[in-house]
Every structure is written in structure tokens, then in C-alpha cells.
């Protein structure tokens, strides 16, 4: 069987776990052949010592109906992103799709911590994961993209940018992290637009990734049991709600329209008319500023 993404190709950057392990599997459900990069290998653990590994990502992208390609990349080291992507060229000598999810923030950054108190070292390496691996990763990746009209870039942040503009994100580095990703869709759609290609930026809600679960004790299975601990945990949403996000952008001839612009997997959702695996539509962020921000009792209702 072929799905609306049959024959096209995309990177996800960042594919190893969370949102971006979501992405991709969405997108091989969709047909797509999917590059899935990342540190973490079944031979070489990153900083992270996590279990979850980019060939797994591949594996369950080949089993979701498409072609998973697992290939290791520190997307700080430009001649290994310049070498993934001359791989993908020769190939399969197309890329449509490049979504960069490249994170691996999670033990560099303190919450509630001021500039001047923060480890310096840790937040300029936050930075240099978070923002500098997207620049380096579009620098080599966009002429391959560019070869053929409406090809699409995704930026994975944290918060739209109504949320974010108006909202302290943890601490600086992580504010400054978040908001600049937003800025760098914003600023490759006004690159990309007259190229015929579309650039935006897209934030999952409360994602329940496997550290978000981990955290709260908690399996996918079980995730309501974190009820008791954090009532709000109730607009929380699987990794694959947010690639259905980006499945659909990718298989929507008319995905200009939203180009430059910031979006979020509970908007889109009734846009394209995609659930989350539960069936529901989570709407986290309207909740967040409407429920949880104005300090309302945990309630659900209408969201999702």
C-alpha cells in the first residue's frame, strides 16, 4: 500500500527519541523514506545514556510502512552533516523534507536559575545544540532541498510564538534557545518563499516523550497515573500526535500558505482532521494560557 508521501524523502535531525522518533515514524507511515539521525546508536550511547537509539527509529519507521535509514550524526560537525547529505543526494538524489528537531538540552539547562548563576559552559553548550545544529544542518541540507520546487523545512521549538513572545521560558538560555529556533522558520521562509520552497516552525504541546515519562514514573500505558501528581499532565500528548503534524504539512500541496509562520500539533489538528493515537485532539496550548497559566483547576474539557 502507498501513502500521500510515497516516493519522498525527508530528513528528520534529531530522530533518536521524543518528538522527533514521532515525526519520523509518522512520516513512514505516510510512505516516506526517512533519514533518521542522532547520536545515540546501539553501539555508542551519547551524554544522554539513553536506550533509545536512531536504528531503532528506523526500524519502527520501516515497520510503520516506509524506508527508515539510521545514520549517526554530531550535527555540530560540519563535515559529517555535509557528508549525511551528499549520501542522501547520491542516493536517492532528492530531499523534500528536512525537519530539524535537534535538541539534547535536557541536563544543560536549571530551571529557575538566572543568566549570572547559571553554569556558563552548560548554557553556551545548550545554545550550540539547540540553535547552531539547526543553521549548520539547513546550510548544507537546503541546495539539495532547493533542487526541486515546494520542498519543506520544519523547525521543532518549544512554545509558539504568541506564547513564547509574551512568556519567561524556564531561564535565558532556554528562552533564548527556544525563541531563536521560531526566528530561523521565520527568517527561512522569507529565503525559501521566492525559491519555491516553505520553511516553518511547529511545537508539539505537553509531550509525553520517553524522559517526560520516566520523570513522572510512568509508561505510555500507564501515563494517567501522573494524574495524581500533576492534574495538568491531562492535556499531555504522544510524540505521534505532533508527526501527524508534519505528515500533513508534508502532504499538503497548498503548505505555502503557511510559510513563515509558527504552529503548533493541537492547531493543525483540526486543520487536517488528524487525532492523537487515543483518537483526541489536544489543544496544550490554548490550555496552558486559558487553564493551567490562569490558574484554573485542571480540566480538560473542551481541549482535547
Known sequence: MSGPLQGK?????????????????????????????????????????????????????????????????????????????????????????????????????????????????????????????????????????????????VEVTDGTADHNRDTYRVNFFYDLAKSSVLRMAFALGHELGPRGATAVALTPGWLRSELMLDGYGVREDNWRDALAKEPHFAISETPHYVGRAVAALAADPGVARFNGQSLSSGGLAPVYGFTDLDGSRPDAWRYLVEVQDAGKPADVSGYR
Not at 15 to 30: C, F, H, P, S
Not at 111 to 127: A, F, I, K, M, Q
Open 9 to 153: 524523502v525527508a530528513l528528520v535531525a534529531g530522530a533518536t527519541r521524543g518528538a522527533g522518533r514521532g515525526i519520523a515514524v509518522e512520516l513512514g507511515a505516510a510512505g516516506a523514506t526517512v533519514y533518521a539521525t542522532g547520536r545515540s546508536t546501539r553501539a555508542r550511547r551519547s551524554e544522554y545514556d539513553r536506550p533509545e537509539t536512531i536504528e531503532d527509529t528506523a526500524d519502527l519507521v520501516t515497520a510503520a510502512g516506509g524506508q527508515g535509514i539510521a545514520v549517526p550524526v554530531d550535527h555540530l560537525d560540519h563535515r559529517a552533516v555535509r557528508a549525511l547529505v551528499d549520501r542522501i543526494a547520491d542516493e536517492q538524489g532528492r530531499l523534500d523534507l528536512l525537519v530539524n528537531d535537534i535538541w539534547g538540552g535536557e541536563k544543560l539547562f536549571e530551571w529557575d536559575t538566572p543568566l549570572w548563576e547559571h553554569d556558563l559552559d552548560n548554557g553556551l553548550r545548550l545554545l550550540r545544540l539547540a540553535v547552531e545544529t539547526h543553521a549548520v544542518t539547513s546550510h548544507y541540507a537546503l541546495p539539495l532541498l532547493l533542487r526541486r520546487p515546494g520542498g519543506l523545512v
